[in-house]
Each structure stands twice: as structure tokens, then as C-alpha cells.
């Protein structure tokens, strides 16, 4: 497969670009993009049949099911790592291992209907927490141990409202792809 078809399948909405500036009205934008993400997701895979859930989005991707529970697994993360920058002075996150995540059982095989309902409440908070978060807040940080870099929780709401739609997209254009 030539590089940039792989590319375009990895990164379908391309790669996550910060802004120069967050603005109140980037902000506020990504935070409505992180309210609606469950029900955007779950329009695009409650029909789908279990077959259908275990096709993986791209060669050597994960399977439309993996993505799915990736999502809680990745915002749930997101989530805690806000409010230890809320609660704590520069607190170093606990990283983990997707891919392996992406391997444990629940992940290969559980219904998705548990996961939507998680994504539904979880983003229901997401979003009431991020949408009450001051802009001296906005400033918080936490250290991802992975490469020691700082991150601020404004960026941390851009980086997340990409993450949802990014695996959409792969849900999407294998829908697409698929003519399902």
C-alpha cells in the first residue's frame, strides 16, 4: 500500500494541529465537539452486526469494536489527568499501554452497548468540567512521563475533541469503503 494511502487511513481528518492561539471560541467549540461525540458515535455502529464490529478500519488496525472501547479507555484517562491538574502542582500522569489495552478480552469482545452508555455519561462530564474551568485554570499542567513534556489542560480539550472525531473518521470511511 503506498505511504500516503496508509497515511490517509491512519489519519483520516489528518493530524492533531494546536492552535496559536485557544481562544473562548476554540475552547467552546471542542468542548460542544466533546459533548456530542457519543451520540455522533453511536449513530455511525448501533446498526452494525457483529461482523461488521470485528472489521478492522484499516490492515493492521484495530477492529471498529477495539476503537470503540479504545475511546472510553483513552477519555476516561483524559478525564482523571484534568483533575489531577486541577488538584495537584504539576502532577506526573500514569501513561499506559493502548495497544495492550486494545488486547485485553473486553476489548476483543464485549457488546459495545456498556461502552456507548460509559461514553455517554463520561462525556456528559467531560464537558460540565470543562466548560467550568477558569482560564487561570486553563493554565494547569501535567507531566506525561513518556517524553517528561508538560501539557496544559486548554490543550488537553483540543487534543481530546481530535482524538474523538479522529476515530470516528476511521469508523466512518470504513463505512464508507465498505458501502455499509
Known amino acids: 500500500m503506498e505511504n500516503t494511502a496508509l497515511e490517509k487511513l491512519r489519519y ?3 493530524k492533531f494541529i494546536a492552535p496559536e492561539i485557544y481562544s473562548n471560541d476554540y475552547l ?4 460542544s465537539e466533546i459533548a456530542s461525540f457519543p451520540d455522533r458515535l453511536k449513530k455511525e455502529v448501533v446498526s452494525l452486526s457483529e461482523e461488521q464490529l470485528d472489521t478492522p478500519y484499516r490492515e493492521n488496525g484495530w477492529t471498529v469494536r477495539q476503537v470503540i472501547h479504545h ?3 483513552s477519555h476516561m484517562n483524559c478525564f482523571i489527568r484534568i483533575k489531577w491538574a486541577l488538584t495537584e502542582d504539576k502532577p506526573a500522569i500514569k501513561s499506559y499501554y493502548e495497544d495492550r489495552w486494545s488486547k485485553l478480552h473486553d476489548n476483543l469482545t464485549m457488546p459495545i452497548q456498556p461502552t456507548l452508555s460509559l461514553l455517554e ?4 462530564r467531560l464537558a460540565y468540567l470543562m466548560n ?3 482560564q487561570t485554570d486553563l493554565e494547569k499542567i501535567f507531566i506525561h512521563p513518556e517524553n517528561n513534556k508538560e501539557f496544559k489542560i486548554k490543550e488537553i480539550i483540543g487534543t481530546y475533541a481530535w482524538h474523538g472525531s479522529h476515530h470516528l473518521a476511521h469508523i466512518t470511511e470504513l463505512r464508507k469503503r465498505k458501502g455499509w
Do not use: V, Y
Not at 455519561?121 to 456528559?124: A, K, N
Open 28 to 31: 467552546n467549540s471542542r468542548i
Open 121 to 124: 455519561g463520561l462525556h456528559f
Open 71 to 73: 475511546c472510553a479507555d
Open 12 to 14: 483520516p481528518i489528518g
Open 132 to 134: 467550568s474551568i477558569s
